[in-house]
Every structure is written in structure tokens, then in C-alpha cells.
Nanobody
């Protein structure tokens, strides 16, 4: 499996932005796809997880209600739609693929494949 994240940029507080993750090498539904982010000086943080089993999507408390994951099976693409962006959302965003059990979906060590990351900067 290979992943390629894109769509980052510089936006103002309150703006929206959609990130894309192109998945190749395996059917989209065969993988649990997660979005993580890492801000300077901080640990990598899980943002959302869409599990392969049942297709449930989970969001971290910090983005719940503002971020939405969607997918296009035909294109093997996963999208992270981000709204109401704030400076706290500034980070490098990564998509990752793996097969974690439910209790470990936020553990970045459970994901064996990572995209290259895309920078999101929220600044006025």
C-alpha cells in the first residue's frame, strides 16, 4: 500500500480546507485509514480514523464537529474536510494505513504505511 497526501496550504482562521489522501496498491475498504497531525514541538496526534471493519469513523475531541472524513471508492481517495480552522490546527497532516484493533486506533505505531505529509498553516 502507498499513500500520498495533498491539499495543504495557508488559510485564515475560520476558513475551510480539504485534504486528500490517494491510496494505491490495495482496495480502499481493505485498510483502516487514519489522519494524524504533528505540530512543531508536539507529538503526533490522531485526528480521525476510518476503520475498514464496518466503516465507522472516529474523530478526536479536538476536531469533532469541525472535521469530516469522506471517501471515493472509485478513485481510491480519502478526504479530510476541515472547517472552522484555528491556529491550533496548524500542523503537518499525514494519512496512514493499517489494521489496528479498536482500542489502539489512536496509536500511530499501529499504522505501517504513511503518506509524506502536507502542511496546513492557519494564520491571520
Amino acid at each position: 500500500v502507498q499513500l500520498q497526501a495533498s491539499g495543504g496550504g495557508v488559510v485564515q482562521p475560520g476558513d475551510s480546507l480539504t485534504l486528500s489522501c490517494a491510496v494505491s496498491g490495495a482496495p480502499l475498504n481493505s485498510q483502516t485509514i487514519a489522519w494524524f497531525r504533528q505540530a512543531p514541538g508536539k507529538e503526533r496526534e490522531g485526528v480521525s480514523v476510518r476503520r475498514r471493519s464496518g466503516g465507522m469513523t472516529y474523530y478526536s475531541d479536538s476536531v469533532k464537529g469541525r472535521f469530516t472524513v469522506s471517501k471515493d471508492n472509485a478513485k481510491n481517495m480519502v478526504y479530510l474536510q476541515m472547517t472552522g480552522l484555528t491556529a491550533a490546527d496548524t500542523a503537518v497532516y499525514y494519512c496512514a494505513a493499517g489494521s489496528p484493533i479498536l482500542s489502539a486506533i489512536w496509536d500511530s505505531r499501529m499504522y505501517r504505511t504513511w503518506g509524506q505529509g502536507t502542511q496546513v498553516t492557519v494564520s491571520s
